[in-house]
């Protein structure tokens, strides 16, 4: 079964930092761009952040350029999201999804697939 897993949400105080892992099951990412996308209750899914297949390409929301940043472990078949300086109106389901394409040529939801589960991010005091 193809699939995305993602994991590393939690409670954190406004200002704090979290580590979120997506990784893929039963496909390889290699060849593919992944995005990091967010949803919170009543909202529409946003785009976060993309990173191309080789990992040298990254895009982000401008809201959160400066303070989260996305890698890829290709041969740990996972890709991170690293979110610092976290605010209160960043809670949200977390999710990861794959862009058929090299490149992040897209930052809307409908041009990726696959997705995992989600990761509850909560920031709160």
């Known amino acids: 079964q193809l699939q995305l897993v993602e994991s590393g949400g939690g409670l954190v105080q406004p200002g704090g930092s979290l580590r979120l892992t997506c990784t893929a099951s039963?496909?390889?990412?290699?060849?593919?761009?992944i995005g990091w996308f967010r949803q919170a209750p009543g909202k529409e899914r946003e785009g976060v952040s993309c990173?191309?297949?080789?990992?040298?390409?990254?895009n982000y929301t401008d809201s959160v350029k400066g303070r989260f940043t996305t890698s890829r472990d290709d041969a740990k078949n996972t890709v991170y999201l690293q979110m610092n300086s976290l605010k209160a109106e960043e809670t949200a389901v977390y999710y990861c999804?794959?862009?058929?394409?090299?490149?992040?040529?897209?930052?809307?939801?409908?041009?990726?697939?696959?997705w995992g589960q989600g990761t509850q991010v909560t920031v709160s005091s």
């Open positions: 999804g794959v862009h058929r394409a090299y490149y992040c040529s897209s930052d809307v939801s409908q041009d990726y697939d696959l």
């Open positions: 039963g496909f390889t990412l290699d060849y593919y761009a």
């Open positions: 990173i191309s297949s080789s990992g040298g390409g990254t």
